[in-house]
């Protein structure tokens, strides 16, 4: 057995044992001798995983997202419900009869049982809603409730918000997922680790700055977060008149610029059914 297959035994054995900052250390040295150490480098990326996800759970202890969906429909009980993100199926599932569902996802793979009656559309949500009127498919004037979990790219996450919002009215809801990043590596544009957010919490400065009008929170939900919008005006167009400046002035911004005041931005409210439930009745 080599040097630095003695290390990389060690390394897991920490891992293993839950020593992860010691682990990641080991791994770091294996990768100084081997930068290209493949079961190295896979290692690192395992436990780099798990440091995020238990800063997450650290930083948002209580109610888990799917339980905070689940809690939305059954408050609301929307007439119809739109989910940008479908992937498995897992959160689209939480819709219950008789409300409507319309799911986008281009690599849609449903595993899970579908509840109610739904329309999945295996397209990109630009190409959904450039070819569709969202009226004639959920055969309903409006959107009651939606959940954008697509690209994790800010420019895409207000495109999609921006198309919602012109099928919404004064009642709608609409829900972000995964604007708020425990680390900075997982905020980044470019994929650099398993839990990523990108840079989609760059759309709560937008609509902090462009659209003071709109209700926002945020509910500090594992793992990532969830924003909620209300007081949707769909004849407004401050967003798509001003689509390019704010990408443009945005692209650039990077999550350390704004780490430190990030909390302060997003609005929190407690991780409580009640608390959100009072604030929604304002």
Not at 82 to 111: C, M, Q, W
Not at 150 to 178: A, K, M, W
């Amino acid at each position: 057995m080599t040097g630095i297959d003695q290390a990389l035994q060690n390394a897991l054995q920490l891992a293993n044992s839950d020593q992860l900052d010691s682990a990641r250390q080991a791994c770091q040295q294996i990768l100084l001798l081997s930068p290209q150490h493949a079961d190295a480098l896979n290692l690192l990326q395992q436990i780099e995983f798990r440091l995020h996800m238990t800063a997450a759970q650290q930083r948002f202890p209580g109610r888990l997202y799917l339980e905070w969906l689940e809690w939305f429909h059954l408050v609301r009980q929307p007439t119809t419900y739109l989910e940008i993100g479908v992937e498995t199926g897992n959160s689209i599932r939480l819709a219950k009869p008789p409300t409507k569902v319309i799911g986008i996802d281009p690599e849609f793979n449903i595993v899970y049982t579908q509840q109610t009656w739904n329309k999945l559309f295996r397209e990109t949500s630009n190409d959904f809603f450039a070819t569709h009127d969202l009226r004639e498919v959920m055969q309903a004037d409006a959107i009651d409730l939606a959940f954008i979990d697509g690209l994790h790219t800010f420019d895409q996450t207000l495109t999609d918000f921006i198309n919602v919002e012109r099928y919404s009215d004064e009642n709608s809801l609409t829900i972000f997922h995964d604007i708020f990043p425990v680390s900075p590596i997982t905020a980044s544009r470019e994929r650099k680790s398993v839990l990523w957010l990108g840079d989609t919490w760059k759309v709560i400065l937008i609509l902090r700055q462009y659209r003071p009008d709109l209700q926002l929170f945020t509910i500090p939900t594992y793992p990532s977060g969830l924003a909620v919008v209300a007081n949707l005006d769909c004849h407004s167009t401050i967003l798509s008149d001003c689509y390019a400046e704010i990408v443009e002035k945005f692209m650039a911004l990077t999550f350390e610029e704004h780490q430190a005041s990030f909390e302060s931005q997003l609005n929190l409210v407690p991780n409580d059914f009640q608390a959100v439930e009072k604030i929604l009745k304002r």
